[in-house]
């Protein structure tokens, strides 16, 4: 089997990044993924861009503008499991496309619509570009960079974001399908992509819990003893610390000769503010000390005293990492330019699907003659009798095993879809539950067992769990799973339909492999800093989005990629998805020539304004103004609507080619134009001619948007009340299902609030549950308050 999704068949007619990633992300696994191409292809056609998100895929021309092009169309969702559109709102439906008929022509068709803000709601008709959304929304504020105003995020985080949350309705509906053998409706947008990331951070509760400062001298993680910055060493390199564990931040600051002035702190580090002393040190004195010694001197020493560090890379260099080496998830394709390119490959290890080396990007219309080819294969045949379900998920049972975030918030999504999850936490708390908005994001919609796992009973309520589970998700440190009777092959011969996801820092095994594994460190390691900061710059200190996010959603895709091989094949399996092959996923779009020379497909200049003249920021008289700009009619709608018509028509202008080789010439004028107008104006002028722009946003729209009623009524908020936090407002639903919709079903669950429950249902008695509750499963003296406090 070449991947988890042999035969099945992807009509792809859709347009920008988070669609192409995503069936990119579907061809990468076995998906026969068909591009519907206009006639000649798009103007980019020989771009770095279309050569990663286009591999493995085939590509016939049609006009949809015409019947012989809508026809082409129909032939092929005939044979099809899923259609992909990215029309925006209103246009599929003119061009005979839309939902409702292909679904009464092709009602076990999965049709899948990506927009830029929905479907509904106030927004819907606006320009669905990235960076439109970044500037409207305010993201442009909220990620710092090298100077004061507006930043372009120079990382594509919504546009990932979208696309996992995009694969993941596709490949929940195609669950239901097995079930209940109808097609149905998946909707999400770059804006529910950009709440999907949100939830990590923002939410609102009446009792003002956060983990983060948002505003004062000390912005960020204010007076809490955690640094996670970039720091240049003494050799100019770069490298990112993490003091979450244990003892780290008293043994880091040994290190850096700080240790006499840095208090010993018994228990949780976090749990004691720094002094005035401690915080001097850590936010002002402590970049100086890394000035010391070379990164490579520092790595070791850190690494020795068991402290999170790892280097600040860009993406080209990544691909010589040791790790990176060692797990082969870079693959090399022919190319016509470089004579061979080096890109990130499929990224989860599968134990009995793994998938083949996907073919470079084909030509366009390079199968306008194999139409008659795409058939559905009887592996993905709808079930033959109907099967009333609620909720596409519905019936799987997980056993979330995790600690922190990411793999957690993996089961949550998978949570929100109908999963039963439920998480097994020691008797002391999982170390994130001190950190209300990330436990809350990563746990929501839960059961909750509290189990001493070292023990023997409490690993045989474990294996009593496991007998009836569908899935096993954790992320112990290699090793560590074994040793309390949680390794595959223990609980394999315990169930042997079990799905054992694991989701390791590095993975289980490599030269890395032991090494702890915190959010932002991996973000460095493959060069997220380094995209988001510029041309020439220095590392920013932190891109929205990261490894914890990347890797639940791709352990969501790992989860339901298997569950998807069982259904087909009827077995279980080991699948692995590190935070470092997540991590790699999203630089997907970047590749290298095998001597490392970076092939980027954008890359942000040095003034963190765009990625060219006409995708970027510019100052106004009085702001700024955001601009997204392809196409000549685009480019003749803003000459005109500038007052430059001859822009148009100068030779240097008249192409998309001719535009990109005198990109700095007309950044120059445009930026003299736009100098002239304030921002309303400006404004005025390109929305009222219909050219794509917004005004950026000076503050995150987070947390407002969770106080507007349309986003409540849409289910992308829930408002409920908390045992805990009170009155809460977090982002909701964000992959949208026609007919099985997910469901919020509740807040976070109180430390073991579920353990007499699932003891009862695992068979004990009444009198045993009593007695295990007392022993195995005894919260400690301090939990126990704490609950009843709550």
Wanted: glycine share 10%.
């Amino acid at each position: 089997m070449a991947g988890p999704l042999d035969g099945l068949v992807v009509i792809d007619a859709s347009w920008g990044l988070p669609a192409a990633i995503s069936t990119m992300m579907l061809a990468d696994y076995g998906a026969r993924v068909v591009k519907l191409e206009r006639p000649g292809g798009p103007v980019d056609a020989d771009s770095a861009l279309r050569k990663s998100t286009d591999r493995g895929k085939w590509s016939v021309e049609a006009d949809l503008d015409t019947p012989e092009g809508r026809a082409v169309a129909e032939q092929l969702l005939a044979g099809a499991d899923v259609f992909v559109e990215s029309f925006g709102t209103g246009r599929a439906e003119a061009l005979g496309l839309g939902y409702d008929r292909i679904h009464e022509l092709f009602p076990e068709l999965v049709y899948c619509s990506v927009t830029g803000y929905g479907n509904d709601g106030p927004l819907a008709g606006r320009p669905g570009y990235e960076a439109l959304l970044n500037a409207r929304l305010g993201q442009m504020a909220e990620q710092g960079g090298h100077r004061d105003g507006p930043i372009f995020m120079g990382h594509p985080t919504v546009s990932y974001g979208t696309a996992f949350i995009t694969t993941i309705g596709i490949l929940a509906a195609l669950r239901a399908r097995k079930l209940n053998g109808a097609g149905q409706k998946v909707d999400t947008s770059l804006l529910d992509g950009m709440l999907a990331i949100s939830s990590m951070n923002w939410w609102w509760n009446e009792k003002d819990i956060s983990y983060l400062a948002r505003s004062g001298n000390q912005k960020g993680f204010g007076n809490k003893r955690l640094i996670t910055d970039p720091f240049q060493c003494a050799d100019g390199k770069w490298l990112i610390p993490h003091t979450g564990g244990p003892g780290s931040y008293k043994r880091m600051m040994d290190l850096l000769g700080f240790g006499e002035q840095t208090r010993t702190i018994a228990g949780p580090e976090m749990a004691v503010p720094l002094d005035d002393v401690e915080l001097d040190i850590a936010r002002n004195k402590v970049p100086q000390a890394f000035r010391s010694r070379p990164r490579d001197e520092w790595l070791e020493l850190f690494h020795a005293a068991d402290i999170a560090a790892l280097p600040v890379l860009h993406p080209e260099e990544t691909f010589a990492d040791d790790q990176v080496i060692f797990a082969e998830v870079a693959i090399e394709l022919p190319d016509a330019e470089h004579g061979t390119l080096r890109q990130i490959g499929p990224v989860i290890r599968f134990e009995k699907s793994s998938p083949a080396t996907p073919e470079p990007a084909p030509g366009v219309g390079a199968h306008n003659e194999r139409i008659g080819e795409i058939t559905r294969s009887p592996l993905w045949a709808p079930a033959p009798v109907d099967e009333a379900i609620g909720a596409p998920l519905q019936g799987v049972k997980i056993l979330d095993f995790s600690s922190y975030f990411a793999t957690g918030f993996g089961a949550r999504l998978l949570s929100d879809l109908g999963a039963d999850v439920i998480k097994i936490e020691p008797l002391v708390g999982d170390q994130m539950r001190p950190l209300g908005d990330l436990f809350e994001a990563a746990n929501r919609g839960k059961r909750n067992i509290a189990l001493d796992l070292r023990t023997a009973e409490g690993q045989e309520i474990a294996h009593r769990l496991v007998a009836e589970a569908d899935v096993v998700m954790q992320n112990y440190r290699p090793g560590k799973a074994e040793k309390i009777g949680l390794g595959y092959e223990q609980l394999r011969s315990i169930n042997p339909d079990l799905i054992y996801a694991y989701l390791p820092g590095f993975g289980s095994s490599g030269p890395k492999s032991m090494l702890k594994s915190f959010a932002p460190l991996v973000s460095g390691l493959v060069g997220l800093n380094f995209e988001g900061a510029g041309a020439g710059n220095a590392p920013i200190r932190r891109v929205i989005g990261n490894e914890d996010l990347y890797n639940g959603f791709l352990g969501a895709v790992t989860v339901l990629l298997a569950l998807h091989h069982r259904a087909n094949t009827g077995a279980g399996q080991y699948v692995e998805s590190p935070q470092l092959h997540s991590s790699l996923f999203v630089i997907s779009e970047h590749s290298a020539t095998p001597e490392g020379v970076a092939v980027p497909a954008h890359q942000l200049d040095s003034q963190q304004m765009g990625l060219s003249p006409l995708y970027r920021l510019y100052r106004t008289a009085d702001g700024w103004i955001a601009i997204a700009v392809f196409g000549d009619a685009a480019f003749g709608r803003l000459a005109s609507a500038l007052d430059l018509a001859d822009l148009a028509a100068e030779e240097r202008f008249t192409s998309t080619a001719a535009r990109a080789a005198n990109a700095d010439a007309l950044a120059d004028l445009l930026t003299a134009r736009f100098a002239e107008l304030d921002s309303a104006q400006a404004f005025t002028l390109l929305d009222g001619n219909r050219v794509p722009a917004e005004i950026p946003l000076d503050y995150p729209i987070m947390p407002e948007l969770l106080w507007e009623e349309w986003a409540v009524e849409s289910g992308r908020v829930v408002e409920h009340h908390h045992p805990e936090y009170g009155w809460s407002r977090e982002v909701g639903m964000v992959i949208h299902l026609s007919e099985t919709p997910g469901r919020f079903k509740g807040g976070s669950p109180r430390l073991g609030q579920d353990s007499a429950d699932i003891l009862g249902e695992l068979g004990y008695s009444a009198d045993r549950v009593a007695t295990l509750m007392e022993t195995v499963c005894a919260l400690p003296t301090v939990a126990v308050a704490a609950a009843k406090e709550a």
